[in-house]
């Protein structure tokens, strides 16, 4: 019975071919590192944007609504972001929609920081909503661009939209045990 290689041995072949294979283009090894960050920040978010409206009294409604606001344009924009990639380029497209998100986070930092929080019919609300609506648009816009930037960046290379597919699968799985366990470390650390 052989047993399947874990994600340790996956990379290190990856890494044993990186000579001949898409982790010898510097390009490519750059985007997997930033889709890492991006992967890990995007598990954090889902967990932190209910935490920050459930927290602050916002009740479920509220949140509800915050989650529609995201999802919503998240989906709408993926074809959006389809025509856009053609159009500017998958590369181009990719980072301007992850500054805008870095950008909208920061605001959804700054609105957390506030002692008041968001309640339902408060400015920080209406505020939360746009910065959800926001974030879930840059992040369907991005979504099309991913899959047609690494052709170009590795060279055309089979074997890299290969181990991106596979590093992506792994960098979830892993993003969210770092999300699920945020919540226990926070409020371990209160006491």
């Known amino acids: 019975m052989s047993r399947r290689p874990g994600l340790a041995g996956r990379l290190s072949g990856a890494w044993r071919s990186a000579?001949?294979?898409p982790l010898g283009v510097r390009s490519f090894r750059l985007l997997a590192g930033g889709q890492f960050a991006s992967t890990i920040g995007d598990f954090c978010y889902a967990v932190a944007l209910p935490w920050l409206?459930?927290?602050?009294?916002?009740g479920t409604v509220?949140?509800?609504?915050v989650l529609a606001c995201y999802g919503v344009p998240?989906?709408?924009?993926i074809p959006v972001g389809g025509v856009l990639a053609d159009k500017v380029g998958p590369r181009t497209l990719m980072l301007t929609a992850d500054v805008a998100r870095g950008v909208l986070v920061a605001g959804l930092a700054v609105l957390a920081a506030r002692h008041a929080g968001p309640r339902d019919?408060?400015?920080?609300?209406?505020r939360l909503r746009h910065l959800s609506a926001l974030g879930g648009g840059s992040r369907g816009a991005r979504a099309a661009s991913r899959a047609g930037a690494v052709p170009?960046?590795?060279?055309?290379?089979?074997?890299?939209?290969i181990?991106?597919?596979l590093t992506q699968r792994e960098f979830r799985e892993f993003g969210a045990v770092q999300a699920a366990?945020?919540?226990k470390a926070a409020s371990g650390s209160r006491k």
């Open 19 to 21: 000579g001949s294979g």
């Open 53 to 58: 409206v459930l927290s602050t009294h916002g």
């Open 62 to 65: 509220l949140l509800g609504t």
């Open 74 to 77: 998240r989906t709408g924009l």
């Open 121 to 126: 019919g408060s400015d920080d609300a209406l």
């Open 152 to 161: 170009p960046i590795a060279g055309g290379l089979v074997a890299a939209a």
């Open 163 to 165: 181990l991106f597919g």
């Open 181 to 183: 366990s945020a919540p």
